[in-house]
């Protein structure tokens, strides 16, 4: 897969992010498995991953500050 931005070769990774859910929250998803660019860092989620993220953010207290999950225990 080649990179949208820079056109190097993406490479699959486990990876920590951060997600701002809100104005309040942020999330930080460890061992996160994405495509990570060689050359410019840029990053992309597979379609499954990011429907996990997705049921993930549902799931988090929207009034917390900042919170950590482990992106396999929650899958």
């Known amino acids: 897969m080649k990179c949208h931005v820079c056109g190097?070769?993406?490479?699959?990774?486990?990876?920590?992010?951060?997600?701002k859910v809100n104005d309040l929250?942020?999330?930080i998803l460890?061992?996160?498995?994405?495509?990570?660019?060689?050359n410019c860092s840029e990053?992309?989620?597979a379609d499954y991953v990011l429907k996990q993220v997705?049921?993930?953010f549902?799931?988090?207290n929207q009034n917390t500050?900042?919170?950590i999950i482990k992106y396999a225990e929650a899958a």
């Open 8 to 19: 190097s070769e993406m490479n699959s990774i486990i990876t920590n992010l951060p997600f």
């Open 25 to 27: 929250t942020i999330v």
């Open 30 to 38: 460890r061992d996160l498995p994405v495509y990570q660019c060689s």
């Open 43 to 45: 990053y992309l989620l």
């Open 54 to 56: 997705e049921r993930i």
């Open 58 to 60: 549902d799931k988090v």
């Open 65 to 67: 500050e900042i919170e």
